[in-house]
């Protein structure tokens, strides 16, 4: 990727990991690989952008199911851009402050696939950035059609090639 590259993680919140029937899908496999990339990202000195979900219910800022997952806590001076919707940029300051840092590229990776993960990338695309979908790093719940496998599949497949180049986590370089 040319230009300067922020690693954006969405959704990776404890509500995603608190339902006592409902388990993303290899759950704990793409939180590790989450985990890794953050890793690299921060090795290397790779801004980090946390989007938070805020909302009604589960999502109700100040909830313990609101916060950012334990396992990738926020450090001083990364950015948590909180959203009301599916869309990471949209009613958010996030593309003025990734314009202010002089970020073109996004590694995205987070939650759920089929909804803010595919909203974001496709509209970072129609914003200008270059982007890579980390194939193995996302993921989303069974569905009445599909289960949380199939889903990931097929978002790799529509949004990878298209809206962003798709790696696996082995392959990101920061």
Known sequence: MSGKTALLLIDVQEAMFSYPDLKLHDEEGVMERIVSLLNKARLAGTPVVYIQHTEDEEYTKGLATWQIS?????????????????????????????QRREITGLVIAGMQSEFCLDTTTRRAYSLGYTSVLVKDAHSTFDNANLTGGDIVKHHNSVLGGRFAALLAESEVLF
Do not use: N
């Open 70 to 98: 334990s396992r990738i806590t926020p450090l001083e001076g990364d950015l948590i851009i909180e959203k009301p919707t599916w869309d990471a940029f949209h009613r958010t300051a996030l593309h003025e402050e990734l």
